[in-house]
């Protein structure tokens, strides 16, 4: 038997991602496109009722103040990725809610100027008015680090090698809002895991008028029948005997949504009054817009993957940030009561459908706008229980995941160097986190506990997200061990290309501003 040939062993590295049915610019039929930005839509509403549904009890609110602040949060999340989607990086992301935000305002809830308010609703206000405080001063770092240019000065020093753990750990460091929250409630979380796989891989060349439907509406299909199975058990009382935390899991009548929305209410600016500044807070909170760039700085990169585009280069990517720090300014501005940053879960779904398409996530931003305004409607959807979300994070977290591995595609994973970059920065990008978690949750507070609270803040916020200490790590460790005689090996030949937008002549096809705004703004 013949040596089989280096090409029959290995496959020739690919600057984009091919069996893509629509890339960045190519757009699937309206009827279809609708569809798919409703499935986006759909999507969003975990993490935009997730948030509000634990931090709006903690400050004293009631049913009415969380339905408004989950209405207040998608009308700002529609605005904020029309934004990203046409004067940002233009690629088609989700600009949702983030978790990141969690650990400043917890804070915040807590700071005993607040908690000594006994009257519930005033002080779900002043702590409210608080938030709004702190996100608008520290969206000004993302604005300026953005529109100045500095973030793409900073991203000079990225290569594919420093890259991969950050967007790996992207997917990979949110492994705890998967199969966790599916175990709460295994009878609605497995059946969805199971139809959601079977229909978007295993039943994806099933065609219905040479469309493959379960692949693109996997996710709308397999989530219709599981709220529907969800709705029935709920109906016939299997839960009326069970704890209370099963019951908050499973049924699907306890979000207590739908009867406390109006039926038309059109978020505005300062609607719960004028902001209160502290410089404490706002310290507090530019840790979490630091840690929101660079979780968005990976899904960037990844999305840009999952669309079929090259990389966006320095140029853009800056851009981007410029515009997310005006959506967490408007945050703010609003008080949805969280930061802005990529939906990461929303960049899986453009793997899972094949579908890249801007104008897809564009309609999405159509109906999350829409449905916050007819309060009911968005609350029924809003409604699904949050099993249901876990169990289709378990595969888009981790498709992200795997797009940031794909880029060990363009480095030398023979060299010691580079294993030991990426295996450190992985591993510790876990286990950092993980430690800070598990001190948090059994000390009632994190590992960094002195008397300046805001230093605290700092501190914890850093060290909770994993792609952040991914990025500390590997990008130093890529920059300053052999990193003179690596160039190679990590990737650059292949990189270096992409950083300027005249690199390569594709960037003026996926990233030039629409309505010719390129003549007052020419990229650089």
Wanted: glycine share 8%.
């Amino acid at each position: 038997m013949a040596a089989p040939k280096p090409e029959e062993i290995s496959h020739p590295p690919m600057d984009q991602l091919q069996g893509l049915e629509y890339c960045i610019d190519s757009n699937p039929s309206w009827g279809e496109a609708i569809a798919l930005g409703f499935q986006h839509y759909i999507l969003a509403l975990g993490t935009a009722v997730m948030i509000p549904s634990f931090l709006v009890p903690l400050m004293g609110g009631t049913d009415d103040d969380k339905v408004r602040v989950v209405q207040t949060l998608l009308f700002v999340e529609g605005i904020n990725t029309l934004l990203q989607t046409l004067f940002g990086t233009r690629l088609p992301t989700v600009i949702g809610g983030s978790y990141a935000f969690m650990v400043p305002i917890i804070s915040i809830i807590h700071d005993t100027s607040l908690t000594s308010i006994e009257d519930n609703h005033v002080r779900f206000l002043n702590t409210m008015r608080a938030v709004q405080g702190a996100l608008i001063v520290a969206s000004s770092i993302q604005i300026i680090l953005g529109y100045s240019q500095m973030w793409a000065i900073c991203s000079r020093f990225f290569s594919p090698l420093g890259m991969v753990p950050v967007i790996a750990l992207v997917g990979f460091g949110l492994f705890d809002r998967g199969f966790p929250v599916v175990g709460r409630c295994v009878e609605i979380g497995i059946p969805m895991l199971i139809l959601f796989i079977a229909f978007s891989q295993y039943l994806k060349n099933f065609l219905t008028k040479q469309l493959p439907i379960l692949e693109r509406f996997g996710l709308l299909i397999s989530i219709t029948v599981i709220w529907a199975y969800a709705h029935l058990l709920t109906a016939s009382g299997a839960y009326k005997h069970r704890p209370q935390l099963t019951q908050l899991n499973c049924r699907t009548d306890k979000a207590n949504l739908i009867s406390s929305a109006p039926w038309i209410k059109i978020p505005y600016p300062l609607q719960w009054g004028a902001p209160t500044f502290d410089a404490g807070h706002a310290f507090g909170m530019m840790a979490a817009v630091l840690v929101s760039l660079i979780e968005s700085t990976g899904a960037y990169k990844a999305a840009s993957r999952l669309a079929s585009a090259t990389p966006p280069p320095a140029h853009v990517l800056s851009r981007g940030i410029g515009w997310q720090g005006i959506g967490i300014l408007l945050d703010g501005l609003f008080g949805t009561l969280t930061g802005s940053t990529v939906s990461v879960e929303n960049v899986g779904l453009l793997g899972s459908t094949r579908v890249g398409s801007r104008r897809v996530i564009q309609i999405s931003a159509g109906f999350m706008i829409f449905f916050s305004i007819l309060g009911k409607f968005g609350a029924l959807f809003a409604s699904i229980p949050f099993t249901i979300f876990a169990a289709v994070y378990c595969v888009l977290f981790g498709l992200v995941a795997s797009v940031g591995l794909s880029f060990l595609q363009f480095t030398n994973m023979n060299s010691m160097r580079n294993l030991f970059i990426t295996g450190v920065a992985l591993f510790l990008g876990l286990s950092v986190p993980e430690y800070f978690r598990e001190y948090t949750a059994k000390a009632l507070h994190g590992p960094a506990h002195t008397r300046g609270e805001w230093f605290n803040d700092f501190l914890n916020t850093i060290f909770f997200s994993s792609p952040t200490v991914a990025l500390i790590i590997a990008v130093f460790l890529d920059n300053t061990l052999d990193y003179k005689d690596s160039a190679r090996d990590r990737g650059m030949p292949w990189w270096v290309k992409f950083r300027t937008f005249k690199g390569d002549n594709r960037n003026e096809e996926f990233y030039t501003l629409p309505f010719n705004l390129n003549r007052f703004f020419p990229p650089s």
